[in-house]
């Protein structure tokens, strides 16, 4: 199938299995609907030491980069674990999307997660009219979003780049910790080709973090190519194996 990042392409069927959205042009799941949220906080948010950074309060302002906004879920897991501090800095989290998920798909989060505030009518308004932009006008391609902490006013801001991870990419700050999430490698070797990778060291600093859920060969001996530092780890539930790691 023919992969065309577009906020209209009709190839980017999706299908629900069990309430859980299921990408037909990838082939792969936006999140798991059993353990999902534990699973990103803990492939991600441990996998990146996010708790200990955010407390060190190293940097005025704490740069998270992932590759694959999705449901939004790993940024409603981050921005929960934000809420969460008495007194939080300011966090910006910084996304991009080439086949944004319509409202109906994006609330089947809510459903999974009844729980937890996820996506709100504000947010989604938000979202949707970004979308609008970018399909009227390509170089109109970032949606911005920011919460306000109640302890001491600091800020969560969301940023979501638009279009193919090669156009987004470039577009991105300099990074503290990445959350790679782009589809399994087998399934999206673009989220996870040299240039992106190249992409990704380039707008990473000295210590900067990455984790994923994946550990394919290929992916850390490009990693390690690129002067970064990668330790396997245990995956998450049944998952033999994770990688995490930073640049030297
Ligand atoms: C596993 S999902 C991300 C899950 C997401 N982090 C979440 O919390 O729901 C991977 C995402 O990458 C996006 N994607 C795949 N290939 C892409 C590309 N070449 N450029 C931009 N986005 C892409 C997909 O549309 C999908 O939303």
């Known amino acids: 199938m ?27 799941v936006y999140f798991s609907k059993q353990g999902g949220w534990e699973e990103s906080s803990y492939v991600f948010l441990e ?23 999705g449901s939004g879920l790993n940024v409603f897991v981050t921005l929960d674990f934000w809420k969460s501090l008495s007194n939080p800095s300011l966090v910006t989290f910084i996304s991009l999307e080439g086949f944004p998920l319509k409202r109906d798909i994006l609330l089947t989060l809510n459903k999974s997660y009844p729980n937890k ?22 170089t109109q391609n970032l949606w911005t979003y920011t919460w306000t902490h109640s302890s001491n006013q600091s800020t969560f801001t969301l940023q979501v780049f638009f279009g ?7 577009q991105f700050p300099k990074i503290h910790s990445w959350y790679l999430d782009g589809f399994s490698p087998g399934k999206n070797p673009d989220m996870w080709s040299s240039d992106t990778l190249k992409e990704i060291q ?39 194996e994770m990688i995490t790691g930073y640049l030297k």
Not at 51 to 65: E, M, Q, T
Not at 164 to 170: A, H, K, R, S, T
């Open 202 to 240: 380039k707008k990473s600093n000295p210590g900067t973090s990455f984790a994923t859920f994946s550990s394919a060969g290929f992916l850390r001996r490009n990693l390690k190519e690129l002067g970064f530092v990668v330790e396997k780890k245990k995956g998450f539930g049944r998952k033999r």
């Open 47 to 69: 996998g990146n030491q996010i708790p200990s950074k955010l407390a060190k309060k190293d940097h005025s302002i704490f740069y998270i980069g992932e590759l694959g906004f």
């Open 117 to 138: 505030t996820l996506w709100f009518e504000d947010l989604l308004c938000s979202y949707e009219s970004a979308i609008k932009l970018w399909a009227d006008d390509r």
């Open 2 to 28: 023919e992969k065309d990042p577009s906020p209209e392409n009709p190839k980017n069927e999706i299908e629900l299995k069990d309430g859980v959205p299921v990408s037909l042009l990838f082939d792969d």
């Open 164 to 170: 193919d991870v090669g156009f987004c990419l470039p």
